[in-house]
């Protein structure tokens, strides 16, 4: 994952997995239909079908369809546009196992007459894929500019379409062909460095043996609310000018590739920088753009955190639900009249990551850090720390490129998924990102901010994914201000010399293993834990919006969308 993925995507919540990633695996059905859609059968599996009410799955998975994107704030109306556009959606829940449990199987239909039947997967953090075409297995993650090829099984075939690519000067960064049978039809699918000229596309179409080649742009990820057309696709989104960035002269040539805190640590002792510094250098390096283009897009990120903590106090959102908004308002005005016990520190952290959260809550625009659930950990952190220090804002970009760092150290050897890894891959990453980006503001070393990650990651190791109702509110946005508590504590241990026993590294391994023995029903699918608890099913009894049988929302009359289930058909 880049460094921009961790800390990202800008979006409107309330979950990087259920809404932004579901936006997207939206947009990626809709190119692969090629045509404007007019109906869609959508059927839901595993958590989206669990918990994607009261995550606004559907909404998202509409918004995508109608070519917004996850930053759009019309993604609470998209049914209405949908209606709008005379786009006629049908919603179902299945069991498609063995399928990731963020898994949506779309069977569209385009006014032009075209038709695509879609299986794609959300997995964490905004990002996706697209596994299944029709009956043929494929790798399509929206990352790149991507050529999707449906062409007979014969020799020659694959050989002429590279050919044609190298002709064009487009590089190709990953391939993959998938056949029915021996001689029968295939899919290949080439993700380039750069989308194919017309030229290109139009010698690749004229190829014997070529039956449909779809030019399937890279996912916009933060396009401003309201700019995108809902009745035609989006325009392809621009690449970055490459920018040649020369590799520093100490003998490592290659670009880190964020896997390990070890070696980030080494890489950032041998060139003397700290850990956000280097997290710059070698991002830089890895994606062949200038430095000052990274800290400018992460600037901007940090200037979102700061308009959803204003509003989150300013305003008391209230969630749809009446289950959350204006804890973040009481917590301030506590602190403003001395009647806390830990000090302004640790009362401004928490009131800003509770208003985060809570903005989040309310389908606000935030940004995912390194999901949606956990959005306000790492800026409720790093606003407190940097307005108590006096940082000025690059100070503050090179700790959030710190925390973007041990993220993807995180998803590398765990997963930063609730439906993956429980709370403790969310909440609990979250706490580490903000314990480091703590570190890189008070101008500690990259070893200690690896070890106040350590230590953030073991205090919330084995947390547990139950949100109430299926809804990112209870206990997702209190968690919030705790785990910036416990990143705050980790950040002042390990500034005060205080090392985690097992190794950074070998604590991420056990946090995956911990993931992988969790029950089913303690990932995110609101089945058990605090989900199962008496208050919690009258709460989801009463909360409009939320449960099975009442919600308008979700009634074929009031939208043109309907939503069925096996016991509801």
Excluded at 51 to 74: I, Q
Excluded at 137 to 157: C, I, K, M, N, W
Excluded at 268 to 295: C, D, I, W
Aim: overall charge neutral; hydrophobic content about 45%.
């Amino acid at each position: 994952m880049a460094l921009l993925e961790i800390i990202g995507p800008v979006m409107v919540g309330p979950s990087s997995s259920h809404t932004a990633g579901a936006v997207r695996l939206g947009n990626l059905a809709r190119a692969i239909l090629d045509d404007e859609p007019a109906h869609a059968i959508i059927t839901l599996h595993g958590s989206f079908a669990a918990t994607g009410r009261g995550h606004g799955t559907d909404l998202a998975l509409v918004a995508g369809l109608l070519g917004l994107t996850p930053a759009d704030e019309r993604i609470p109306e998209s049914r209405e546009l949908a209606r709008q556009c005379g786009l006629d959606v049908t919603f179902r829940a299945a069991d498609l196992s063995p399928a990731h449990p963020n898994t949506a199987l779309f069977e569209l239909t385009g006014r032009n007459g075209g038709a695509a039947v879609v299986w794609g997967r959300s997995l964490g953090a905004g990002k996706v894929e697209v596994f299944r075409i029709g009956d043929l297995d494929v790798q399509l993650s929206g990352e790149y500019a991507t050529l999707v090829l449906f062409h007979e099984d014969r020799p020659g075939v694959i050989a002429a379409v590279t050919s044609s690519l190298a002709a064009g000067a487009v590089n190709i960064a990953r391939m993959r062909v998938t056949r029915a049978a021996k001689g029968g039809r295939a899919i290949t699918v080439l993700e380039l460095d750069q989308p194919a000229p017309a030229a290109t596309l139009m010698a690749i179409r004229a190829q014997p043996g070529i039956r449909k080649a779809l030019a399937v742009p890279p996912l916009e990820g933060e396009a401003p609310a309201g700019t995108g057309s809902t009745c035609s696709p989006p325009p392809p989104a621009e690449l970055p000018a490459a920018k040649g960035v020369e590799p520093p002269g100490s003998g490592l040539r290659d670009p880190a590739d964020f896997s390990s805190f070890r070696d980030l640590v080494q890489r950032a002792s041998a060139y003397g920088l700290s850990l956000g510094k280097l997290a710059v250098r070698e991002e830089a390096r890895r994606q062949a753009v200038s430095p000052k283009t990274l800290q400018d897009a992460m600037a901007e990120r940090l200037r979102v955190m700061q308009r959803a903590i204003q509003r989150g106090l300013s305003e008391s959102p209230r969630s749809r639900s009446g289950l959350v908004g204006g804890d973040a308002a009481r917590l301030q005005k506590s602190a403003q009249a001395g009647q806390l016990l830990g000090g302004p520190v640790l009362a401004a952290a928490m009131a800003r990551a509770l208003a985060v959260a809570e903005v989040n809550a309310c389908m606000g625009v935030v940004v995912a850090a390194p999901t949606a659930g956990s959005c306000g950990v790492l800026p409720g952190v790093l606003s407190a720390v940097a307005e108590a220090l006096k940082a000025p804002e690059e100070r503050q970009v090179d700790a959030l490129f710190a925390a973007a760092a041990v993220g993807e150290v995180v998803a590398a050897g765990a997963t930063l998924s609730g439906a993956e890894g429980g709370c403790q891959a969310e909440i609990g990453s979250a706490a580490a990102m903000a314990a480091a980006a703590a570190v890189e503001l008070a101008g500690g070393r990259a070893e200690c901010a690896a070890h106040a990650a350590a230590l953030a990651l073991k205090g919330l190791m084995g947390l547990v994914c139950d949100p109430v109702c299926g809804l990112v509110e209870v206990p997702c946005v209190k968690r919030n201000a705790s785990a910036a508590a416990v990143a705050l504590a980790c950040a002042d241990m390990a500034m005060a010399g205080v090392r985690s026993a097992v190794p950074p590294d070998e604590v991420i391994t056990a946090v995956a293993q911990v993931g992988r023995a969790m029950p089913e029903s303690l990932r995110e699918t609101g089945l058990s834990g605090l989900a199962a608890t008496p208050t919690a099913r009258r709460l989801c009894q009463a909360c409009a919006g939320c449960n099975e049988a009442g919600p308008d929302l979700f009634r074929p009359g009031r939208h043109h969308s309907k939503f069925q289930t096996r016991d509801n058909p």
